[in-house]
């Protein structure tokens, strides 16, 4: 006798079979003969027992095979019984195509996530190289600016002359409608004001006294970088009313300093926009200031070495003139004689008519 098949859950894979003996002599001593195909390789051994226990079976077909034998030997008719244990849900062919489904969509979403940030590094590195290779590029053209200043400097040798190099190359570098270089006179507490140009008008603006600003400068030796907020800052050392022309949205201020003194400053102004100026321009600012620094001393000195060799020259003809005079008074006996070529001398030394 067989069985159709039946679809059992998994959750069913634990099975009990009950069987009863065909024969109805001396049923006692009838034994039965088991056959799971699909779990068993063979029958089992004879036994009295009329069940058949299977525990934890898994997922697949199954034939369950059973005979009685009675007491002559005598075989029945195996009977068979089919049935199927299904897989459990995460082992369906739905359950693997969603897994498929998810691993698919997460692998991609993995891609796509590290294509992305790859994308977004490249981005970065090639702003990284475009900002570099700017920076480079503002370098160069800072250091030619500089050899272009420096080699002026160097051909001049007179102070207003360098003040007004600098000034005019710094209006043609930056973009600021107000220049201001000045310096500061520690003896007599005033600061002067050597170059000061506002919107293309070079100003011409009197000697003052020194500002708390300006010791400020003097102390701190560091140079200020006002990108915004100008008036705020500046009125923490000044007041508006000491304030000459128009009031800047965005400034820079770069000590000169000589001999680890503050000699000046230069600053750079913008009275129509703020964050005109920026660190790189401090500090190609700097650099200048304490070219001109340099720059101003060797002026100074020059001058003072010409004044003094004017000076010495001066005396030198003085004291040949007096050498003359005493020999040619040598000379002279009479008294006439000597107020006659004193008084040519006089004529022929001194512009007097």
């Known amino acids: 006798t067989s069985f159709s098949d039946q679809k059992l859950k998994f959750g069913n894979n634990t099975l009990l079979f009950k069987y009863s003996s065909p024969f109805f002599e001396r049923e006692s001593n009838t034994v039965f003969q088991t056959y799971l195909e699909g779990f068993n390789k063979t029958w089992t051994d004879w036994q009295k027992l009329s069940q058949k226990e299977y525990t934890s079976l898994s997922e697949g077909k199954y034939v369950f095979h059973v005979r009685a034998k009675n007491l ?31 691993g698919i969509s997460s692998l991609y979403l993995i891609i796509k996530r590290r294509t992305a940030q790859l994308k977004k590094r490249s981005l970065e590195l090639e702003k990284e190289v475009s900002d570099r290779t700017k920076e480079i590029q503002e370098r160069i053209e800072e250091l030619s600016v500089i050899n272009n200043v420096q080699k002026g400097l160097v051909e001049k040798m007179d102070i207003d002359s360098i003040y ?16 201001v270089i000045r310096t500061f006179d520690r003896d007599k507490k005033c600061e002067v004001f ?9 100003l011409k603006i009197d000697n003052r006294p020194l500002d708390q600003f300006a010791r400020h400068l003097m102390e701190s030796k560091e140079p200020i970088l006002i990108k915004t907020g100008f008036k705020e800052f500046i009125s923490k050392y000044s007041d508006d009313d000491s304030l000459e022309g128009e009031m800047p949205k965005s400034a820079v201020f770069t000590p000169m300093i000589l ?26 600012l700097s650099t200048l200031a304490n070219s001109m620094s340099i720059a101003l ?11 003094l060799l004017v000076v010495s020259e001066k005396r030198a003809e003085e004291l040949a003139v007096i050498n003359k005079v005493q020999e040619g008074l040598v000379e002279q006996i009479d008294r006439g004689g000597i107020f006659e070529f004193v008084g040519k ?7 007097a008519q």
């Open 164 to 179: 007004t190099l600098v000034g005019n190359q710094l209006q043609e570098m930056f973009d600021a409608n107000t220049l």
């Open 259 to 284: 001999d680890d003194k503050v000699v000046g400053n230069v600053s750079l102004q913008h009275v129509d926009k703020e964050e005109a100026f920026t660190e790189s321009d401090m500090n190609l």
């Open 72 to 102: 002559y030997s005598q075989i029945s008719e195996e009977t068979t019984y089919h049935f199927q244990i299904l897989p459990p849900w995460y082992r369906t062919w739905w359950a693997y195509l969603l897994m498929a489904i998810v």
């Open 297 to 307: 001393e060797n002026a100074r000195l020059f001058d003072r070495a010409n004044h």
């Open 345 to 351: 001398s006089l004529q022929e030394i001194v512009d």
């Open 194 to 202: 050597n170059y000061a140009v506002e919107k293309g008008e070079r």
